[in-house]
């Protein structure tokens, strides 16, 4: 009789297809809202833009939109109890050394990409701002998931990884190609280039900070705080060197709605980083983002004028290695 349920215990003990079934459909949903934030970056990149035009400003148009989402976020989590838990789970792991004082500070590397928005997007446009991204976060997300900084461990430098990343690069290069000629505005995509790598940072420390708070809340709340308190030093370094911002705040709504943007976009990426990684989720986000870019330079184009031809040739290939990196590997480090 035991001898005969030797076998069962063996066919039972086996569920790994649907296990894998539901790690791969929370990688395709996790990619599917990476795509959404990429495009909620595009859209509050060119509305960052406008702000930091219209001050003459983009220190300070990052102030305000970082202020707003912080003001949001500091309404909304004392509201909600599993929130204000949390932020006690957070402390608790910092005082257990599961998580340190720089874990928290992800919100500075959001701070220098909303800079750059308002620096950058006025000149470049939209599209060609957001290749300027691409080579800095996937090389950075690549090293990333390579060291076990995010949240899901190391991720070894899979051949589809490697590939996924070098493509990106390429089509950055392919997006740029035509601006040769313009060496200022070369010059220019290096600041969000910069701004790149500082993104899949601030991925992996939400996404830490995620883990251990619960919820996507308190994780934006603390980088919010973070990236608001970086801001207000630069502006007041600013301020002291330069003087106050030259033009006035625009009555327009609309400019101030990026913090608000940003709030989702943060919250979504520190939930869904845990499914993905941080490089998937850094080219499922660029996808997103130059897509919904180059709708938004063909709709309301920039001072550079709309996307041109590479721009868009680049816009492809960014998807290709998208699809490429998206490939499952079997092995972890």
């Not at 959001?110 to 957001?130: D, E, I, M, N, R």
């Not at 076990?148 to 997006?175: D, S, Y």
């Not at 973070?226 to 009555?251: C, D, K, N, Q, S």
Request: aromatic share 6%.
């Amino acid at each position: 009789m035991t001898t005969s349920q030797r076998p069962a215990r063996t066919d039972v003990s086996a569920p790994a297809g649907p296990t894998h079934s539901a790690e791969t459909g929370r990688r395709a949903l996790g990619v599917i809202l990476a795509l959404g934030c990429g495009a909620l970056i595009a859209v509050q990149s060119r509305i960052n833009g406008e702000l930091g035009a219209r001050l003459h400003d983009g220190i300070a148009a990052a102030v305000i939109s970082f202020g707003i989402g912080l003001v949001v976020l500091a309404v909304l989590t004392p509201m909600i109890a599993p929130a204000r838990q949390g932020l006690t789970g957070v402390r608790d792991a910092l005082r257990a050394g599961h998580l340190r004082w720089w874990h928290l500070v992800g919100g500075a590397c959001g701070a220098l990409l909303v800079v750059s928005q308002g620096v950058s997007v006025p000149v470049l446009g939209v599209a060609v701002f957001s290749v300027a991204i691409v080579a800095g976060q996937s090389i950075s997300g690549l090293a990333v998931d390579r060291f076990g900084l995010g949240p899901t461990g190391r991720h070894p430098l899979t051949v589809p990884r490697v590939i996924g990343a070098l493509v990106t690069v390429g089509a950055v290069l392919v997006a740029v190609s035509n601006q040769i000629t313009r060496p200022s505005l070369l010059a220019l995509a290096v600041l969000p280039s910069v701004a790149g790598v500082g993104t899949a940072w601030q991925q992996a420390m939400n996404g830490r900070v995620r883990h251990y708070a619960g919820m996507a809340l308190p994780a934006a709340f603390i980088n919010f705080l973070a990236g608001t308190v970086a801001l207000l030093i630069a502006f007041a370094v600013e301020v002291a060197l330069r003087g106050w911002p030259t033009g006035g705040l625009p009555h327009e709504p609309w400019l101030y709605l990026g913090g608000i943007l940003g709030v989702f976009f943060i919250a979504v990426s520190a939930s869904v980083v845990r499914f993905t990684g941080v490089l998937l989720l850094s080219l499922g986000t660029i996808a997103g983002q130059l897509v919904a870019a180059a709708v938004i330079d063909f709709l309301a184009p920039a001072h550079a004028g709309g996307p041109s031809a590479m721009t868009l040739v680049g816009i492809v290939l960014t998807l290709i290695a998208v699809g490429i990196a998206a490939v499952p590997s079997r092995h972890r480090s």
